[in-house]
């Protein structure tokens, strides 16, 4: 695989993300056509030059990645939701100020910014990682 364009920072992430604000979620999507949650963050972390696995489980497990405490979380870092460590069914990256991007179908189906202490979101928080 060629990862074409300039390698973005970690931290210039955040700024790229949004330009996918209400992009359209579509279940395995991988392009500008729609995205799923795992597939955004695959894209966005490729940006940087770095391959992650394709699905959410997968990528809260890969050794590349170190667990984060939610209190120090920063910007780029992946946060990850289910019904447990082992059960992750979602992904998005963190943007600062408790705010997150993701694709989601929860409320709309789009690429959208949503806040870690929205109650649908706290009750299915799981896991930080943070590049190695």
């Not at 209400?22 to 395995?28: C, D, N, R």
């Not at 795992?38 to 667990?67: E, H, I, K, N, T």
């Amino acid at each position: 695989m060629s990862l074409d364009g300039p390698r973005l920072s970690i931290a210039d992430l955040a700024a790229f993300s949004k330009r996918f604000l209400g992009l359209p979620y579509l279940w395995g999507g991988v392009s500008t056509f729609g995205y799923d949650c795992s597939g955004f963050v695959q894209m966005l972390y490729r940006r940087a030059g770095v391959l992650l696995p394709r699905d959410a489980q997968p990528q809260a497990d890969w050794s590349g990645l170190v667990g984060v405490e939610r209190k120090d979380l920063r910007p780029g870092d992946l946060v990850y939701f289910g019904s447990s460590g082992r059960q992750i069914t979602h992904t998005g990256m963190y943007l600062g100020g408790g705010e997150f991007i993701s694709a989601t179908v929860h409320e709309h189906p789009v690429v959208r910014v949503d806040r870690l202490d929205d109650p649908h979101w706290a009750r299915l928080f799981v896991a930080a990682r943070r590049l190695k």
